[in-house]
């Protein structure tokens, strides 16, 4: 079993920037992608990116303002937000697929309990 635990939301104004982090826990034998969805009021929950690798990737749908990284070695995801705008207000959800046991290739993915984002105009 893996555990999620999202940190660094909050609110804040027009403009601003948060980065997000997302730290794994539990019993898995490797964590192969992680990633970060978002969830606005009335809306479907939406992938912001995923990332396999200890790399960062700039997400395109938000226009170069978002970028995600990953640490390997701690087992965590970051997401830094810049120039954050009110359409950016959602729940915040870290993902990873991880490999339970080294005899099995099955990627079970477990989802965060999200981090709130407000941005305020």
């Known amino acids: 079993q893996v555990q999620l635990l999202e940190s660094g939301g909050g609110t804040v104004q027009t403009g601003e920037s948060l980065k997000l982090a997302c730290a794994a826990s539990g019993r898995f034998y490797s964590i192969m992608v992680m990633g970060w969805y978002r969830q606005a009021p009335g809306k479907q929950r939406e992938l912001i990116a995923t990332v396999p690798g200890d790399r960062t990737a700039s997400v395109d749908p938000m226009k170069g303002r978002f970028a995600i990284s990953r640490d390997n070695a701690k087992d965590m995801v970051y997401l830094q937000m810049n120039n954050l705008r009110p359409d950016d207000t959602a729940v915040y959800y870290c993902?990873?697929?991880?490999?339970?046991?080294?005899?099995?290739?099955?990627?079970?993915?477990?989802w965060g309990q999200g981090t709130q984002v407000t941005v305020s105009s």
């Open positions: 993902v990873a697929d991880a490999r339970l046991t080294d005899s099995s290739i099955a990627l079970v993915r477990y």
